[in-house]
């Protein structure tokens, strides 16, 4: 898959602790692939990604940007 955004946010230090220690229990990722990892089996799990990218496998619209509907925000706060 053809990387070509950029993203910065902050973690607490606990949770850059978090990241460290899991990114090692996956085999010595690296914390951006564990990053990735995540966000994708997220966003499967809720139907948002195809399976072929979720194995992998290009899809002809692999660059494509999700736009379904954001969730409300009492839901996201449920999520943290």
Do not use: C, N
């Not at 602790?17 to 966000?39: D, F, K, P, T, W």
């Not at 799990?45 to 692999?62: F, I, S, V, Y």
């Amino acid at each position: 898959m053809r990387k070509s955004e950029r993203l910065g946010f902050v973690l607490s230090r606990r949770e850059k602790s978090a990241l460290r220690y899991l990114a090692e229990m996956e085999g010595g990722l690296s914390q951006s692939a564990l990053l990735r990892r995540l966000i994708r089996a997220e966003a499967q799990r809720r139907g948002l990604w195809p399976e072929e990218q979720r194995l992998g496998r290009e899809t002809p619209h692999a660059d494509e940007e999700i736009t379904q509907r954001a969730p409300s925000s009492e839901k996201v706060r449920s999520l943290a």
